[in-house]
């Protein structure tokens, strides 16, 4: 049974940092888009941060215009685990962060999109205060 599981979020002050954890369990991630989506309440699921196999041991990364320099999205295969590293935080940041997985190879008109993604975690809470 594959498993995704978030971990790292909660409240934490506007200009400040967090770092989520997503790890996978039941099959390896390895060579499959591992993504970050955020959901605000009363909002659309949104695109954060995807980390896509390239080539070997090339990893590609790509993030939403609206966390672009504050936000490092990385892997260790070794530990099945995707990580979100989060500066410089924003009240606007506020959501619940959902890890997804998918078999999206070589695709980036597909990353961003939430359907794509085949397994997601159960989310974890992150709020900025100002």
């Known amino acids: 049974q594959v498993q995704l599981v978030e971990s790292g979020g909660g409240l934490v002050q506007a200009g400040g940092s967090l770092r989520l954890s997503c790890a996978a369990s039941g099959r390896t991630f390895s060579s499959d888009a591992m993504g970050w989506f955020r959901q605000a309440p009363g909002k659309e699921r949104e695109f954060v941060a995807v980390?896509?196999?390239?080539?070997?041991?090339?990893?590609?990364?790509d993030y939403a215009d609206s966390v672009k320099g504050r936000v490092t999205i990385f892997r260790n295969n070794a530990e099945n685990t995707v990580y979100l590293q989060m500066n410089s935080l924003k009240p606007e940041d506020t959501a619940v962060y959902y890890c997804a997985a998918g078999s999206i190879y070589r695709r980036p008109d597909y990353y961003s999109d939430y359907h794509r993604y085949d397994y997601w975690g159960q989310g974890t809470q992150v709020t900025v205060s100002s």
């Open positions: 980390t896509t196999w390239s080539s070997g041991s090339v990893y590609y990364a």
